[in-house]
């Protein structure tokens, strides 16, 4: 279901250095719910945008868990209860052997499970076009949003503009 | 607040030489001199046991040593930023290589008492295994080994220590690849070269010492896993030494504003991928033989299994990947000094039982406990090792101080 759009304000940075700069003064300015889009993960951005930890990897534990779980009740049940088959005299359940297979299960189910669960989570679907912010995102510019709610775009952009933005830019995201 | 990524506000200061205690060296030198001579009493009064436990401590320190040595080379093949605040560490490991030298030249005199093929209680079918394993052309080629990878460590540390002083000079201390003139390729710095002739070196020098050593203890048992086996127990102790030694060092405050948390996060993440490698080859080698089944193979892992051997094999899986697996996987613990201390004591304690593991069983069908004299040559080699490692960090920075790329690593730009 999607969301109503928001307005708010992009600022395009030069360096990483900058971005990050901007991200604290805005912060300490009482900005909040500020997202950045860079070209690549930048070291120390996610605790200065004050983001918590995520819980996916809780849940790819779990999905582990119960994947490699059900992955070895599965060879337990098929060989050792319903047909049992004498492989080279070893017993019918044979943990050594269940092992490379339930290991595989594990990664099967987690991989699969957490990329529908992420995907999911983040409200993406296939879509035939996205539309981006600016294709210079994805190459050597480092992106900044504020939501402006309340209070309009000006000052925001007044305040982007102080710390040195290329070039800041009214959207509604 | 100077943030990362920013190596302009980074001033690279000399840490100076480690803070240790002058206590801590005496006390190795103690443990050293009174294992030394407990350890002569043993390999006398009790031939059998004392040799065997010698070849356990023997190759436990000689394994770290190498492994120093093994994580220099490779941080110059790879060209790594991230571990060079490691380096120097690494190399101080090295420093004990020349001691196992020495104590390899000892171990020749036990041939007898430790391998059956020395012994003559075995025949080989083929001619060429009896060449190989003449008494002479063993330890010849295994005092020539140890003397080379003790040679290697001197290089490498020797230009390690140039860099620092070049530094402390002001001088130019820019040993990066050069471009190639007019081509694309970089041309390495003479470490890297070095460093990768050196790997090769190791690979074919380590894995046939490694058969000679252990594999050989039961001569007419094989398999091709075995050499992989004990590199990746080389691999993972090595890590928990150099991270454990860089915690214990950083809790003193040697390692001045050099060393920061995403290092460890770094180093630690490291010693859990290669603790996955040793459950990965320690299992993978004992499903096949568990699989085939063939009494030629299988007698290896009945030794080590019967007897209340098998118990020490499941301590091995918990100390070796179930416990270090599942407490790194935390990101905040790999931040954790004290559970970072916990975890690599632990680690090295258990390459330390799977060497006995190794050895042990193949003269005594029942566990047994380390008697006096196993414990009198670990009390030596551990003292050995020790005052050599701790003089070497006591003498220089503990921090590779000179090396041009240090302020990235600090910065964590390579990130």
């Known amino acids: 279901m999607p969301k109503a759009k928001q307005p708010a304000v992009m600022a395009l940075f030069r360096t990483p250095q900058a971005l990050l700069d901007a991200v604290r003064t805005v912060r300490e300015r009482g900005y909040r719910g500020i997202d950045a889009l860079t070209p690549y993960p930048v070291h120390g951005l996610p605790e200065a945008l004050g983001l918590k930890v995520s819980w996916m990897p809780r849940i790819t534990k779990t999905f582990f868990f119960v994947g490699a779980g059900l992955g070895f009740y599965f060879e337990y049940w098929a060989m050792a209860v319903t047909w049992p088959i004498n492989v080279a005299g070893k017993p019918y359940f044979s943990i050594p052997a269940f092992m490379p297979v339930t290991f595989e299960c594990g990664i099967l189910t987690t991989g699969i499970l957490t990329f529908l669960t992420l995907f999911a989570a983040?409200?993406?679907?296939?879509?035939?076009?996205?539309?981006?912010?600016?294709?210079?995102?994805?190459?050597?510019?480092?992106?900044?949003?504020?939501?402006?709610?309340?209070?309009?775009?000006?000052?925001?952009?007044?305040?982007?503009?102080?710390?040195?933005?290329?070039?800041?830019?009214?959207?509604?995201? | 607040m100077s943030s990362l990524h920013d190596t302009a506000v980074i001033k690279i200061e000399d840490p100076g030489p480690a803070q240790i205690s002058p206590r801590l060296r005496r006390g190795f030198a103690l443990a050293a001199g009174v294992g030394i001579v407990f350890?002569?009493?043993?390999?006398?009064?009790?031939?059998?046991?004392a040799w065997s436990g010698y070849l356990v401590n023997y190759l436990y320190f000689l394994i770290l040593g190498m492994a120093g040595l093994f994580l220099t080379a490779l941080h110059y093949a790879a060209g790594a930023t991230w571990s060079i605040p490691f380096r120097r560490i690494a190399e101080s490991l090295t420093r004990y290589l020349p001691i196992a030298a020495l104590s390899t030249v000892v171990l020749v005199f036990g041939f007898k008492d430790?391998?059956?093929?020395?012994?003559?209680t075995v025949h080989f079918h083929r001619a060429t295994k009896t060449a190989w394993f003449g008494y002479g052309f063993t330890a010849g080629r295994l005092i020539i080994f140890s003397a080379l990878w003790a040679l290697c460590g001197w290089i490498f540390v020797r230009r390690s220590?140039?860099?620092?002083?070049?530094?402390?000079?002001?001088?130019?201390?820019?040993?990066?690849p050069r471009r190639?003139?007019?081509?694309?390729?970089?041309?390495?710095?003479?470490?890297?070269?070095?460093?990768?002739?050196?790997?090769?070196?190791?690979?074919?020098?380590?894995?046939?010492?490694?058969?000679?050593?252990?594999?050989?203890?039961?001569?007419?048992?094989?398999?091709?896993?075995?050499?992989?086996?004990?590199?990746?127990?080389?691999?993972e102790a090595g890590l928990a030494l150099v991270l454990l030694i860089s915690v214990l060092l950083r809790r003193r405050g040697s390692m001045g504003q050099i060393l920061r948390?995403?290092?460890?996060?770094?180093?630690?993440?490291?010693?859990?991928?290669?603790?996955?490698?040793?459950?990965?080859?320690?299992?993978?080698?004992?499903?096949?033989?568990?699989?085939?089944?063939?009494?030629?193979?299988?007698?290896?892992?009945?030794?080590?299994?019967?007897?209340?051997?098998?118990?020490?094999?499941?301590?091995?899986?918990?100390?070796?990947?179930?416990?270090?697996?599942?407490?790194?996987?935390?990101?905040?613990?790999?931040?954790?000094?004290?559970?970072?201390?916990?975890?690599?004591?632990?680690?090295?304690?258990?390459?330390?039982?799977?060497?006995?593991?190794?050895?042990?069983?193949?003269?005594?069908?029942?566990?047994?406990?380390?008697?006096?004299?196993?414990?009198?040559?670990?009390?030596?080699?551990?003292?050995?090792?020790?005052w050599a490692v701790t003089s070497f960090l006591a003498r220089n920075s503990p921090v590779p101080v000179g090396d041009p790329r240090l302020v990235n690593a600090v910065a964590g730009d390579y990130l």
């Open chain 2, 180 to 235: 190639v003139p007019g081509g694309f390729g970089k041309i390495p710095s003479f470490n890297g070269r070095f460093s990768a002739a050196f790997l090769l070196f190791f690979a074919i020098t380590f894995s046939l010492a490694a058969i000679d050593w252990l594999m050989s203890l039961e001569p007419n048992w094989n398999t091709t896993m075995y050499a992989v086996y004990i590199f990746a127990g080389l691999f």
């Open chain 2, 161 to 176: 220590l140039n860099q620092d002083a070049a530094w402390r000079r002001g001088a130019a201390t820019n040993w990066e």
């Open chain 1, 122 to 173: 983040d409200r993406l679907r296939p879509k035939p076009s996205f539309k981006a912010l600016d294709p210079r995102i994805t190459n050597d510019r480092f992106a900044l949003l504020i939501p402006t709610g309340f209070e309009g775009p000006a000052p925001a952009t007044r305040l982007l503009e102080e710390m040195g933005a290329l070039e800041v830019r009214e959207l509604h995201v």
């Open chain 2, 261 to 386: 948390d995403h290092h460890y996060v770094d180093l630690a993440r490291m010693l859990h991928a290669f603790s996955i490698f040793m459950v990965y080859i320690g299992f993978e080698q004992y499903l096949l033989i568990w699989y085939a089944n063939y009494p030629s193979e299988a007698v290896y892992y009945h030794q080590r299994i019967v007897g209340g051997w098998g118990y020490v094999l499941l301590f091995l899986l918990f100390a070796k990947w179930v416990i270090p697996f599942t407490v790194l996987l935390n990101q905040k613990i790999r931040k954790n000094e004290k559970a970072l201390i916990a975890i690599a004591s632990l680690v090295l304690f258990a390459e330390w039982v799977d060497l006995y593991w190794l050895v042990m069983p193949v003269t005594h069908a029942h566990f047994v406990l380390p008697n006096w004299a196993v414990i009198a040559e670990l009390l030596a080699f551990l003292g050995l090792f020790g």
């Open chain 2, 39 to 49: 350890t002569v009493l043993g390999l006398f009064l009790e031939p059998h046991r």
């Open chain 2, 114 to 120: 430790i391998y059956p093929w020395a012994a003559g």
